[in-house]
């Protein structure tokens, strides 16, 4: 098979993969009315408990003795029906998503005149255990029934909490109500009137998918405010030091010396270590707030919600619990880059000015290193002529012993007047020698350099 053979196999699986809707078949096994509950769970360590979530589902369904025929699993979703004696059927669904997995388990009884209410699933042996991968995120139950809703007295009944919220959505014939608190069992309860459903069944996941994800999405945004509690607290904190240490800085830098500059560097980088820290976990932590958010708001429109008589707005009490949450998170983080930007900068301007005082330092001691050079020409050449007045009277010493002798001989007239004349002579031959001498030693030294440099080279 040809390359590009490969590449349109690969291209065509990726998109029948893409348009795949693996949750369409669970339509064909619905109705009204059901019994719902619903458990999510926040996952610390997404990579490892994710598979974890996907290995325990499969022992759940190996211990309902789901047949292989009746389950569905991929990689994040997957779905298996089990069907008792009595007729009755058990829908076990499970899905994983970027932070947190959840489960739905429907109770379908075999007869739609059968009634269901909220409390522990009655299909036979339903023993539902599961064991946590990470903290609770929200605990739902959901009973949906045909018909109209019934009244209010009755809901109420059934329904903890004091206040009641209840709205009609979608067609205008299902009513969902809940009041918000969880029972006895820490499950928010749903009475849900999905009205006639003429045959469409879909409706019903729809309307319980809609509110597990408002529900899902709500909490994960409020569980992060004990955090962002006490992170305001601490940037607060963060932001004081920092105020106080620029004006001691801003007051002082233009007469401080190295050590104060160097005290001032050490303690301003251990708030800003700190700072990143504290910066690293809230990013971790909120920085889907937004994006959650927005799935709350466009979930909620898309219920085309409409108010009931007797019942406040749902719509009230979700957009009253997370109204600028979001926003805030946001804001947190904002003031938390800035408050690190600030640090950066004001170590940035110690730095330079410890760069500053260290140039200042190295130009004094190039000055004084040139003023020392320039003494040891003069010395060299001071110490250059001298030597030349004591080489020449060396020589005319020496000449001197010469001259005498010479007289005393006879061979010469006049010693003194030859000494006198030798002088000159003896002080032009040391300062050739001198000159020579010098021109030598620069010769070999400058020869015995480029002999160091190819040795190194080739080493």
Same mark, same amino acid.
């Given at each position: 098979?040809?390359?590009?053979? &490969? ?126 991968? #990470?903290?609770? &995120? ?100 963060? =932001? ?39 910066? #690293? ?115 005319? #010493? ?48 400058? #020869? ?9 080279? =080739?080493?």
């Amino acid at each position: 098979m040809s390359q590009p053979d &490969v590449a349109r196999l690969g291209s065509d699986a990726f998109l029948r993969k893409l348009h795949e809707r693996p949750h369409q078949p669970l339509s064909g096994w619905l109705r009204a009315p059901a019994h719902v509950q619903y458990e999510a769970f926040r996952m610390s360590d997404p990579p490892t408990q994710r598979p974890a979530s996907r290995a325990e589902f499969q022992s759940l369904l190996e211990r309902f003795k789901v047949p292989e025929e009746r389950i569905e699993l991929r990689d994040n979703f997957g779905y298996g029906v089990k069907e008792a004696e009595n007729g009755d059927r058990l829908i076990l669904i499970w899905q994983a998503h970027t932070e947190y997995y959840n489960y739905q388990f429907w109770h379908v009884p075999s007869s739609t005149t059968n009634a269901v209410n909220f409390g522990p699933l009655t299909f036979p042996a339903a023993s539902v255990s599961l064991a946590p991968l #990470g903290s609770v &995120v929200c605990r739902l139950d959901i009973v949906l029934r045909t018909g109209a809703l019934p009244s209010r007295e009755e809901v109420r009944s059934q329904l903890p909490g004091p206040v009641l919220y209840g709205s009609r959505i979608f067609n205008e014939q299902a009513v969902v109500v809940t009041s918000f608190t969880p029972d006895t069992h820490g499950r928010e309860r749903y009475w849900v009137s999905v009205g006639p459903l003429q045959g469409d069944h879909s409706r019903l996941k729809d309307i319980v998918d809609a509110i597990v994800r408002i529900e899902t999405y709500y909490h994960l945004l409020l569980m992060q405010k004990p955090l962002f509690s006490a992170a305001i607290d601490q940037v607060y904190k963060f =932001e004081q030091v920092h105020l106080k240490q620029r004006e001691i800085i801003t007051e002082h830098i233009g007469h401080a010396n190295s050590e104060t500059l160097q005290r001032w560097l050490n303690s301003l980088t251990q708030d800003l270590l700190k700072t990143n820290r504290m910066a #690293g976990k809230l990013h971790f932590e909120l920085s889907a707030s937004i994006p959650y958010d927005k799935i709350v708001h466009a979930t909620l429109v898309s219920l085309a919600e409409q108010p009931t008589a007797s019942y406040r707005p749902i719509s009230d009490y979700v957009l009253g619990g997370i109204t600028g949450v979001a926003e805030g998170y946001q804001q947190l983080l904002h003031r938390i880059d800035t408050l690190r930007g600030g640090f950066e900068g004001i170590i940035a301007i110690i730095r330079t000015r410890i760069d500053l005082i260290v140039e200042a330092q190295n130009l004094t001691l190039l000055q004084s290193v040139d003023k020392t050079t320039k003494n040891q020409v003069i010395l060299q050449h001071t110490v250059e002529g001298l030597s030349v007045i004591v080489i020449a009277y060396y020589l005319a #010493g020496l000449a001197g012993y010469v001259f005498k002798g010479l007289y005393e001989l006879g061979w010469l007239g006049n010693a003194n007047i030859a000494s006198a004349i030798f002088v000159p002579i003896a002080i032009g031959l040391a300062f050739a020698v001198t000159t020579f001498s010098k021109k030598y030693l620069h010769k070999k030294l400058a #020869g015995e350099q480029p002999a160091q440099n190819t040795a190194k080279t =080739e080493v």
